[in-house]
């Protein structure tokens, strides 16, 4: 069957521009997440959902960054007046609910680099 | 704060030895704890997950422990080959349902 998807798989994009990110789980998956992973860092987690709904969002970086899901599927990762640092492989990740028993599947990522 | 510190960073074996990564946490109220690999320049692939109230798991080669009292948790794999070869994460899920990763382990498997 079909696992996480993410378009673009590479972005570019220039200093002060918006860039929107596009996540497709797992069919059936009610949980979804979005990671950043920067050169040389570890996985930094940004924010989940369960449902359409997100009950956090205190992992974002700044208040440039949001994230919605509609229709309990998709979900897209905007970044709005983009900067160097937040050049990194942005992943996503989907699992049947979020709960303790439920695995997480990643997709390819997005590479975005801000120039 | 959560912190998952995962120890070697990178390591070395020659193909066929048993080899153990290690993953310690700082906060033992957890959900579960998840190990991953990730090749490169691709997304990650789930290995094992054991959640709290679990002590271990194993799939194959791999084994994965887990000792919430403790804050640790390993990865053992028997019979190591090249295609073993990839960075080891782990990942555990704390009660606030944050995920926090450690930076890995790069395991090189010299043929």
């Known amino acids: 069957g079909a696992g996480v998807s993410q378009s673009p798989s590479n972005k570019v994009t220039e200093k002060g521009k918006d860039v929107e990110l596009r996540c497709d789980p797992i069919?059936?998956?009610?949980?979804l997440y979005w990671y950043r992973q920067s050169l040389g860092q570890g996985l930094e987690f940004l924010i989940y959902f369960q449902g359409n709904s997100a009950p956090d969002k205190s992992g974002l970086p700044s208040d440039r960054f949001s994230a919605e899901r509609t229709g309990g599927s998709v979900s897209t990762l905007t970044i709005q007046r983009t900067q160097q640092e937040d050049s990194a492989v942005y992943l996503c990740a989907s699992s049947l609910v979020q709960m303790e028993a439920y695995e997480q599947y990643f997709g390819p990522g997005t590479r975005l680099t801000v120039t | 704060k959560q912190e998952v510190t995962q120890i070697p960073a990178a390591l070395s074996v020659p193909e066929g030895e048993n080899l153990v990564l290690n993953c310690s946490f700082t906060d033992s109220a957890i959900y579960n704890l998840q190990w991953f690999r990730q090749d490169p320049g691709k997304g990650l692939t789930s290995l094992l997950l054991?959640?709290?109230?679990?002590r271990e798991q194993t799939s194959g080669r791999l084994n994965a422990s887990l000792d919430k009292s403790s804050g640790r948790s390993t990865l053992y794999i028997a019979a190591s080959q090249p295609g073993d070869s990839a960075t080891y994460l782990c990942a555990v899920m704390n009660r606030d349902d944050k995920i926090i990763f450690g930076k890995g382990t790069r395991l090189h498997i010299l043929p």
């Open positions: 069919s059936g998956h009610t949980a």
């Open positions: 054991i959640q709290s109230s679990q």
